[in-house]
């Protein structure tokens, strides 16, 4: 085989993976810009206690989503080879799943309700358990589109759907709906997202449900079901513990303060990640190139991660006050602590894709196992100080577990420590320069109101961050730059 024959495959996935990029990031950036206008607008229109309640049902959703069989398919476009009989036995097996885990929600949604003595949780659950029924048409289409590396349909389909999430979760706050409208918003989301992925992915077939010879489907899905299983435990485990010494009131200052938080770990990586399990997947049996498209994610995700995070947690108290009005004011030192603790987050979950696509999904479940028993001993231990303490045990916590899970993840991928701290470095350097100096201009600053504060204080931190990164890491904005312009 020759120089120019081996190199063409490598150039195509380049271009592969760009161009899935743009689209899936691109949109997914659009479509978030659509949803956290019309979020900000419906949390000033509802109240604390509505996002309380939503709370409550929220940790059953998230628990049986993980057990949707998203893994399963997954593991399809893992397994690159697998033809049209898999498809169809996919599908069945999705709706098995997903009818089962609708029927298990309808019922168990007294006792849920009795758990957190609050009877309309009950109501709320037994309408929500509607979306696992769109789950199989959502999964079959993407993986599908994933196979093919065809992130373009997805995300018209996505921006689609997102859209029309944002005019019922807005139309249903201005009609009067409450909490309703935290139900009805996310149901006509995931049905629309469900449709028109099928459409885009031209996969209306027949399901199987036949399911002799699904063994390695099942092995790999079951085995990352598992991680998700402990990964749930973790990140719902202060929901569940809170939810029962929390009035509604606090425990919605909390979860709203988290949402503020994870905006950028729970929205803008799950999509680039998306894309990078794909590309893994694609190159899985080479060691170097996975471990250098890892690091690459680690340098560029984290560059544009680090000012977010940072900066939200030195203007929280105008960001709160300007996004979602003063009667969340109180969730201002417990959106700061957050913030703080989510760049452990966002790199701790770059791990999974790339350990996923070598085929050791096990590494991600150790992780997760791990942080399913830290997390919610370090919730039940702060619980007693409220929303504050439980976002102390989020920063405390999580520096722990970054570490574990890469001496575990390292060596599957192929990359070093010294690699590692090498890549994540140097954004770390320019946040907390950035932080300090935005922190101090606001003392200097004399009174103004709270949107000139915060556009003089974002303006600030956006010129500090770009000044250090040109002083003392330029090879990484010349990095993101040659990325765009496709060098």
């Not at 028993?373 to 231990?381: E, G, K, R, T, Y």
Request: with cysteine; aromatic share 10%.
């Amino acid at each position: 085989m020759t120089g120019a024959s081996k190199a063409a495959p490598a150039s195509d996935l380049r271009g592969q993976v760009r161009s899935a990029v743009i689209w899936r990031s691109g949109t997914q950036i659009f479509s978030q810009i659509v949803a956290w206008a019309s979020t900000f607008l419906v949390i000033r229109i509802l109240s604390p206690a509505d996002y309380g309640l939503f709370a409550m049902t929220s940790v059953v959703l998230v628990l049986l989503t993980l057990l949707n069989g998203y893994g399963f398919a997954n593991a399809a476009i893992q397994q690159r080879d697998g033809g049209d009989q898999q498809l169809r036995q996919l599908f069945g097996l999705l709706i098995v799943i997903n009818a089962a885990l609708a029927a298990l929600q309808f019922l168990a949604a007294p006792l849920v309700a009795a758990y957190y003595r609050q009877p309309m949780v009950a109501d709320l659950l037994r309408v929500q358990s509607l979306i696992y029924l769109t789950t199989p048409f959502l999964a079959l289409g993407y993986t599908v589109l994933a196979r093919q590396m065809d992130f373009r349909r997805q995300a018209q389909v996505n921006v689609a759907s997102a859209l029309i999430g944002a005019a019922v979760s807005l139309g249903g706050a201005l009609s009067g709906l409450g909490v309703w409208t935290l139900v009805a918003a996310p149901l006509a989301t995931f049905a629309s997202r469900g449709f028109g992925m099928v459409l885009a992915a031209r996969t209306l077939i027949w399901p199987s449900f036949d399911f002799r010879g699904v063994r390695k489907l099942t092995d790999y899905g079951g085995m990352v079901m598992v991680g998700q299983l402990f990964w749930f435990i973790q990140s719902q485990a202060d929901i569940v513990i809170a939810g029962r010494s929390f009035a509604p009131y606090e425990l919605g200052l909390y979860t709203t303060s988290l949402f503020l938080a994870q905006i950028f770990v729970n929205k803008v990586v799950p999509p680039l990640n998306e894309v990078a399990f794909s590309a893994y997947a694609q190159i899985q049996d080479d060691t170097r190139a996975v471990a250098d498209g890892f690091l690459l994610s680690v340098r560029v995700i984290l560059l544009l991660a680090m000012p977010f995070c940072i900066g939200l947690a030195a203007v929280a108290e105008p960001a709160v006050l300007v996004a979602l009005g003063g009667k969340w004011a109180p969730a201002v030192p417990v959106v700061r602590l957050l913030a703080l603790a989510m760049p452990f987050m966002t790199l701790h979950v770059l791990f999974s894709p790339a350990v996923c696509a070598r085929g050791r999904p096990g590494i991600s479940t150790r992780a997760s196992v791990l942080g399913a028993v830290a997390m919610p001993l370090a919730f039940f231990l702060a619980v007693r100080w409220g929303a504050a303490g439980l976002a102390t045990a989020w920063l405390v916590t999580y520096p722990v577990l970054l570490a574990v899970t890469a001496a575990w993840s390292l060596p599957v991928i192929g990359a070093r420590p010294g690699e590692l701290a090498r890549a994540a470095l140097p954004p770390a350097l320019a946040g907390l320069g950035m932080g300090l100096g935005v922190t101090l201009i606001d003392r200097l600053l004399p009174q103004m109101p709270d949107l000139a504060r915060l556009g003089a204080l974002v303006a600030s931190g956006g010129v500090l961050y770009l000044g250090w990164l040109m002083a003392f890491a330029r090879e990484r904005l010349v990095e993101l730059v040659d990325l765009v312009r496709r060098r």
